[in-house]
Nanobody, 124 residues
Framework: QVQLVESGGGLVQAGGSLRLSCAAS????????MGWFRQAPGKEREFVAT????????FYADSVKGRFTISRDNAKNTVYLQMNSLNAEDTAVYYC?????????????????WGKGTLVTVSS
C-alpha cells in the first residue's frame, strides 16, 4: 500500500504561481510513476502531468504545457507540481496519483493509488 498526501493548494490571483507537493508513504520502494490529475467543478477528472521514477521522462496535458512543471525527489518520497501563469480554468481539486507504469500513468486506469486532493482556486 502507498499513501499519498497532497499539500500546497490555496487561493491565488490569475497570473500567479503555486507549488503543490505530494508526500508518499508506505511501499514507496516499488518505483512508481507519479502524476497529477485535476477535477474542476462540474467536470470530469483530467490528466495534468506525469513523471517516471528515474525522473528522465515527463509528459503534460496540452492545457498546462509550458506553464506547469512536474518533478520529484525520491529521497524524500515527494513529487511536486510547480504551476505558473495560473488562470481561472486551472481552478480545480488536484489529485496526486501513483502508477506502476509510466506509459499508462496519464490514464486513470493506469493509476493504482490516489491522494485525497488539494483545492486550487484561481481568482480572475
Amino acid at each position: 500500500q502507498v499513501q499519498l498526501v497532497e499539500s500546497g493548494g490555496g487561493l491565488v490571483q490569475a497570473g500567479g504561481s503555486l507549488r503543490l507537493s505530494c508526500a508518499a508513504s508506505g511501499r514507496t520502494r516499488s518505483g512508481y510513476a507519479m502524476g497529477w490529475f485535476r477535477q474542476a467543478p462540474g467536470k470530469e477528472r483530467e490528466f495534468v502531468a506525469t513523471i517516471n521514477y528515474s525522473e528522465t521522462r515527463t509528459f503534460y496535458a496540452d492545457s498546462v504545457k509550458g506553464r506547469f512543471t512536474i518533478s520529484r525527489d525520491n529521497a524524500k518520497n515527494t513529487v511536486y507540481l510547480q504551476m505558473n501563469s495560473l488562470n481561472a480554468e486551472d481552478t480545480a481539486v488536484y489529485y496526486c496519483a501513483a502508477g506502476t507504469s509510466y506509459s499508462s500513468s496519464s490514464r486513470e486506469d493506469g493509476i493504482i493509488y490516489w491522494g485525497k486532493g488539494t483545492l486550487v482556486t484561481v481568482s480572475s
